[in-house]
């Protein structure tokens, strides 16, 4: 006899480890709830280190997606980036070398355009402030910021905070705040 195996992912769906607080807990929900009592079942992690985010981080379908049939941590590039950027090998990055030779060579600007938040699942601040401190090392003064506000991983409005906080990093190491957009029309995937 074939023993059938169902892998169903539920995204969105979470087991809270304080139920009264919890939306699914609340709901009625008695095709899945038989499905519990019928079957056997088990959780997975699917954030933070489990999945390869840095510890705090919470998951998205993505990273999730990404580790199911893995059999093991899949590091995401958030955190392969981090490392980097700690280290100081992302200073020594081949592709990021030779954009700032180019720019040597020709007396040109430097511009880095993307979010500035700590939102981690586009991007993370720290990137950007590994790559500003590396500008500096080589030496590098025309460099531009062109800020993404995040406000949908992040605080609505919280971008206040993060522009100060990279123009803190800059005024450390190097660049200039250049562009302010929000990512609703910076990265606006929907044509609105």
Do not use: C
Not at 10 to 37: M, R
Not at 128 to 133: D, E
């Amino acid at each position: 006899m074939v023993k059938k195996t169902v892998l169903m992912i539920l995204d969105g769906w979470g087991i809270a480890k304080d139920p009264s607080v919890s939306a699914i807990d609340k709901a009625s929900t008695p095709f899945v709830d038989g499905l519990y009592t019928q079957y056997p079942n088990n959780q997975l992690e699917a954030s933070a280190l489990q999945v390869g985010l840095p510890e705090g981080q919470m998951g998205n379908s993505e990273v999730g997606h990404m580790n199911l049939g893995a059999g093991r941590i899949v590091y995401q590039d958030l955190v392969r980036i981090n490392n980097e950027v700690d280290s100081g090998g992302l200073a020594s990055n081949p592709e990021l070398i030779k954009a700032f030779e180019y720019a040597e060579q020709h007396h040109s600007k430097v511009h880095f355009i993307g979010l500035v938040s700590d939102g981690g699942v586009h991007s993370h601040i720290k990137h950007l402030k590994g790559l500003l401190t590396a500008a500096a090392d080589r030496g590098l003064s025309r460099v531009f910021v062109h800020a993404f506000t995040d406000g949908r991983d992040t605080d609505p409005k919280g971008g206040r905070q993060y522009i100060r906080e990279i123009e803190e990093h800059m005024g450390k190491t190097t660049g200039h705040l250049a562009s302010i957009i929000g990512r609703y029309f910076a990265m606006d995937r929907d044509n609105r």
